[in-house]
């Protein structure tokens, strides 16, 4: 596909170097594209001039069949008509050849215009930028959409032969290109509506040509025609469609790029067209061929994103699939034994089918849907346990609630059978509207608890109001479920769709990124945390780098002041109080803590595409490298997010060693799925509901996974404190990962375990640096204290009041996505203590400084590093630091930094006041 591009850009540049200008040079290139499907748009519109004339004999025999007869007698007799004409009502879909015809080229001209930079700032008639949206509309809303939509229907509606059928189609079509290219870049914008324009002229010329009949635009079209489309059920649930994917487009966690999301959400929105009109005349298919249309569907949408993207391969979206075949076939033999069910009736075989379809899919958003999309919102978060893990044991409880739900619809009365669909279509669609629009936010999960609970509590008047609301929507729909009843299908064929592409798109991106992306990395072989002896050099300079998760810096001051143990602890140290974290979020801090500051975000992005957790593997490595040519050993505890570390430079160590995916740990994995489901139910329930079900049901207990694997690393740090320090020859370099005082927070200040997982953050913060200030005690005491430079550091804060900030900061520049920019978050904790250093007390420092700096400070125990910023750099007055946030909702954390960026502010000499905060 690169090489057509390659070539249709050579194509666009020669003309423009001939006009000397790119917009003209696009209106020729348009000219020119048509002319040249001119022929195989005649031989596209003969075999649509052949549809036209079935439809002309069918249509009316269609509709006296509709009129005289109902059930199976109509689906008997509409089947017959169709069999005599040796007709079937999918062939309606050869009307849209034209527009298929274009639409490879339309893919082709996108990609190609969006690669061309030249276009950018390039003026064009009353156009300032080519490459960007028109803003025409008082400078903020765009023209050129809607010109091309007119356009788009007139030349539709000026097609010879145009019906009613014709009419739904090009509005729907229209109305999808309307929303999706409402932003594209105008020249993209100048184009098709160039295009569309040869096209209406072409229309008009035919009809003039032809006898007078043809003169009128609508040629067949009345204007009541017009009217009952608009009201019509089908145009509203087409519509429903339509906005659907629009909003699937905006809030799906995929890792295409922002400039390939369009076109990736037109294709899947024109499959979705074709997918609905064939169900539409669906009557006379066999229960086997829906189910075999349906897959074919989702496989055109698996090709779709293979051919529009290099970073998508097919393979791996086929294999997706195969997931979701294992499910239809079930679903298929269920449907196909209900449905051809001797003892009964054509109606109550339909209502079951219907009612079984609206209970699949309540099932399928509690069970697959909401927990599925939960975990790839962040696998890391999941005790590694596989993708796959989870989604077979989901399916099989899916199937089995499938075949329980069977087994209940087909042997009970009709009065049950029509209780369960009411409850069970209205339940799924408030189940399906709270998931996707009310859903909570994934970015505020952390193993399994809230970082803000907050966020779950409603008032009372709020619960009054949304119960209320609830009620007086359930007597609205029980009363009026007869006049709805026609509406359920496309209703389910809406909801299963959107969340079955939710799944397929998001697990495809984690799927491929895995694949891709872990050639390069070099197995290791991990050792056991519990193993870890902390070893130091009583005659070289050691380095100790102690990160403490999410400890907020703001907190220390007061904690020096309330506790003599902790002040007397870290008085040869310097607190660098003027500290920001490089990112929101571990993820984006960790890199820089450990590779310095080309490791910072805002310097990655520029220079690399990798992916976030590839660049963190490198980073691992930079100071083990350095180091060991000056004779130092090395030694990483407890790396995060499960990526794989060459262990050449550094020995690597960990909590359950190479951790739960290859310990084969099915408590665990029972543990999560378990976890997965209950968060699910509690993201689909009603905001007043939420908070009881969240702590009677969530609210971890000391015995659950989530708990205990933050009691190991507590024990961890108990057991660091206590071990003697061992001595060797040689110098070392440590790294210890501590995931405290991050949440969920479990022991009290004295190290007690606190009951119900509750407890709190400030006295896990207290006894973490007690622990430290015994692992110092402890060095003292072998000798190797004056040796070693110490290092605490934090990759961010916490969601938690920072007294050393004016209240008013937040009111002046906000809280920030997530409520990451708050003073409690990005206020990161760093204290140095020097080889040989001794003082009185606890020394502060106003100096401004980041997360980077912690390799600074290690390099200069062996007298700097090649591409490791010197003091002196980091000390400069003029010195501006770089805090970025980054968006990791509803995403595995398989693309790069760029991907993922939300927010970006520099500050620079002090982060205490708010106006030396800029936003890049």
Not at 60 to 80: C, D, F, M
Not at 115 to 134: A, C, R, S, T
Not at 789 to 810: C, E, K, L, R, T
Not at 903 to 918: L, R
């Amino acid at each position: 596909m690169n090489i057509v591009i390659s070539y249709y850009e050579s194509l666009f540049l020669f003309i423009s170097n001939i006009v000397h200008s790119y917009g003209l040079a696009t209106i020729l290139l348009s000219l020119f594209v048509s002319l040249l499907l001119i022929k195989p748009t005649k031989l596209a519109n003969l075999i649509v001039y052949k549809e036209t004339s079935f439809q002309t004999v069918l249509a009316p025999q269609v509709e006296r069949i509709k009129k005289e007869s109902k059930g199976a007698e109509q689906h008997t007799r509409l089947n017959n008509l169709y069999n005599r004409y040796s007709y079937h009502p999918i062939y309606s879909v050869r009307k849209l050849l034209g527009l298929f015809i274009q639409l490879p080229l339309l893919v082709l001209t996108y990609f190609m215009f969006e690669q061309l930079d030249v276009l950018n700032g390039e003026q064009f008639i009353f156009i300032k930028n080519l490459g960007g949206p028109d803003n025409l509309i008082l400078g903020q809303g765009n023209l050129l959409p809607f010109i091309m939509t007119f356009v788009n229907v007139a030349a539709a509606l000026t097609t010879p032969n145009f019906t009613k059928n014709d009419l739904i189609q090009a509005f729907g079509v229209s109305l999808l290109f309307l929303v999706l290219l409402y932003n594209a870049k105008s020249v993209l914008l100048i184009y098709w509506t160039v295009s569309n324009a040869f096209i209406l002229f072409r229309n008009i010329i035919i009809m003039r040509n032809a006898d007078k009949r043809g003169v009128l635009l609508i040629s067949t079209v009345s204007r009541r025609q017009i009217y009952d489309f608009l009201i019509n059920k089908y145009t509203v649930s087409l519509c429903i469609f339509v906005i659907s994917f629009c909003l699937i487009d905006h809030f799906l966690p995929t890792q295409i790029a922002d400039e390939n999301s369009n076109i990736v959400a037109l294709i899947i929105s024109l499959e979705i067209i074709l997918f609905y009109f064939s169900v539409k005349f669906s009557y006379n298919f066999s229960y086997l061929s829906k189910f075999v249309l349906y897959v074919l569907f989702l496989l055109q949408v698996a090709m779709a994103f293979g051919q529009i993207s290099d970073q998508y391969r097919l393979p791996s979206l086929l294999f997706i699939n195969i997931s979701f075949l294992v499910l239809g076939v079930q679903a298929a033999l269920f449907f196909g034994v209900l449905g051809n069910t001797a003892s009964l009736s054509y109606s109550q075989a339909k209502l079951r089918l219907v009612s079984l379809g609206f209970l699949s899919l309540l099932i399928f958003i509690i069970v697959l849907d909401n927990p599925l999309n939960l975990y790839l919102s962040d696998p890391s978060e999941y005790y590694g346990i596989e993708y796959f893990t989870i989604l077979l044991a989901n399916i099989t409880i899916f199937c089995l609630a499938i075949m329980l739900g069977y087994i209940l619809l087909r042997f009970s009365s009709e009065n049950i059978v029509k209780s369960i669909l009411i409850l069970s279509v209205y339940l799924s669609t408030i189940f399906f509207v709270y998931s996707k629009l009310v859903g909570l936010n994934y970015g505020l999960l952390d193993n399994f608890t809230f970082n803000q609970p907050d966020l779950i509590n409603v008032s009372a008047f709020h619960s009054i109001l949304e119960f209320t609301v609830l009620v007086g929507l359930f007597l609205l729909f029980l009363k009026n479920f007869n006049k709805l009843q026609s509406y359920f299908v496309p209703l389910l064929l809406l909801l299963f769709i959107t969340s079955l592409a939710t799944i397929s798109v998001s697990a495809a991106s984690l799927l491929v990124a895995n694949a891709g992306n872990t050639d390069n990395q070099t197995e290791s072989s991990y050792l056991e945390a519990r193993d870890f002896n902390l070893t130091l050099s009583k005659s070289g300079k050691n380095v100790l780098v102690i990160i403490l998760d999410g400890f907020s810096g703001g907190l220390f001051p007061e904690l020096v002041k309330e506790n003599r143990k902790i002040r007397n602890g870290f008085k040869d140290f310097t607190w660098y109080k003027n500290s920001v974290a490089n990112s929101g979020g571990t993820i984006g801090s960790l890199p820089s803590i450990f590779g310095g500051h080309r490791f910072h975000i805002e310097n990655v992005i520029p220079s690399s595409n990798d992916r976030m957790l590839d660049t963190l593997a490198d980073s691992y490595l930079v100071l083990p490298e350095l180091f060991k040519p000056k004779g130092y050993n090395s030694n990483i505890v407890q790396p995060k997010f499960n990526v794989k570390i060459s262990n050449k430079d550094a020995s690597i160590y960990k909590i359950d060693g190479n951790g739960y995916a290859n310990s084969n740990n099915p408590e665990a994995d029972n543990f999560v799925i378990r976890s997965l489901i209950k968060f699910s139910i509690l993201k689909s329930f009603p905001l007043f509901f939420r908070e009881h079900f969240y702590f009677t049901y969530l609210d971890k207990t000391h015995n659950d996974e989530s708990t205990n694997s933050k009691l190991k690393m507590i024990k961890l740090l108990d057991s660091l404190s206590e071990k003697e320090v061992a001595t060797s020859e040689k110098p070392t370099l440590n790294f210890i990962h501590l995931h405290v005082p991050h949440g969920p927070n479990v022991i009290d200040q004295e190290g007690n375990i606190s009951q119900k997982g509750k407890g709190d953050y400030k006295a896990e913060a207290t006894y973490s640096l007690l622990q430290l200030a015994k692992i110092f005690e402890r060095m003292k005491a072998d000798k190797v204290y004056n040796s070693t430079q110490i290092q605490v550091v934090s990759d961010h804060g916490w969601w938690v009041d920072n007294p050393m900030f004016d209240p008013a900061f937040v009111d002046q520049i906000g809280i920030g996505y997530e409520g990451r920019r708050m003073p409690g978050f990005f206020h990161a904790l760093f204290l140095v203590k020097n080889v040989d250093a001794h003082q009185p007390e606890l020394h502060t420092s106003n100096a401004l400084t980041t997360s980077g700096d912690v390799a600074t400070m290690a390099c200069e125990v062996i007298g700097g590093c090649p591409r490791i910023l010197s003091l002196d750099e980091i000390f400069s007055e003029d010195r501006e630091v770089k805090y970025s946030i980054l968006d990791l909702k509803g995403v595995s954390k398989n693309g790069s930094f760029k991907d993922y960026l939300v927010e970006q502010w520099s500050v620079e000499k002090s982060i205490f006041e708010h106006t030396n905060w800029k936003r890049n």
